[in-house]
């Protein structure tokens, strides 16, 4: 009986469902680990765990609206596997180089203990499973949490989604400089680019797998089109701005954000908001390509670490950016659900593979 209500509440409501599924698993995890405030290490791979919120209740409506009882396949359970010892091998990697002159960005105390090994390994299998979704033997799970037909995509949304936000901290950089603006310099400029480099992509991947690029199964895999089928591309956005920017709130409150609560929700709400417009329309005109968008998302958290930085600039040009996207797409105007997700004013890129519809 309980079970059936369940599958009805999914079916009938499934964005009702979804939040509730996200903000269950993540502030489950994120809340406990305020009895470990202080104890940096173990906050953080605790908040790993809780980091796979989106993409596993994505992954759980969509299952439970297909109607599958099962999506453990061989092939699933193989890439999990394989997934879950990638991601339990990077995190071991980054540990293992630990904090670097200049780039000290993990625990003072790097101290190992049981605790801390076992979320690590859950982090892991977690991680392992939200991945496997890419190779799920549900049409929709995979629709929604790979990227559809990712080898035929044009080439301009794989550039873009790996040198949008350089370029843009680099003119931001430029800008300042001229205007005499303020410009914060990472610990580590100045150094030779082949100490950098290898440094810059281990931190990459493990952002894009748990600290960041691990999300977006659910933000915009998943909300981003589901709210799609009843708002306009532009207000589905700020939906997703605004429930992502809750979900961190116990992030501040456990102490793995170093920001007072008042002022880093309100900054990091503003800043959502155009990185949520944004991605919307990227992940929009690109037709599903998640995996871009997912680099997308660790390239925002990655590079302030690595490039210097205007935040005057960059707000100013986040501005342009955002309403130049927002007015050439009119993403006021809702898209119809016949339509392609690679349009959101019901025209097709001429160079964009048809995709599923908006909100499949």
Known sequence: MVRDAIKTLVRDHPVVAFLVATFAWSWFFWLSAILFRGQTLLVTTIVMIGGFGPALAAGLVLGVRSGRRSDRGPRRVLSMAISSALVFGVIALRYAVGNVSGYETLASNMTLSVPIVVAALLASLVGGWAISGALSRNRETRDHTGSKRLLRRP????????????????????????????VEYPGLWGR??????????????????????????????????????HLSPLVAALFVAFVWSLWHLPLYLNGFYAEELVGGMIGGGVFRILLSIFLAWFYNRSGGNLLMTAILHASFNVMPNFLPTSDIGLLVLWLVVVIGVVFTDKMWRKAPTSVPATSLNGHMDSDTPAASPVGA
């Open 155 to 182: 080439t301009r949304w794989t550039v873009l989604g790996i040198a949008f936000y350089p370029a843009l901290i680099l003119v931001a950089w430029g800008m300042a400089s001229l205007m005499g603006a303020q």
């Open 192 to 229: 030779p680019v082949l100490e950098v480099l290898p440094l810059y992509a281990l931190t990459f991947v493990l952002v894009l797998l748990v600290q960041g690029g691990n999300e977006e199964p659910g933000w915009r895999g998943f909300l981003q089109p589901e709210s799609q089928k």
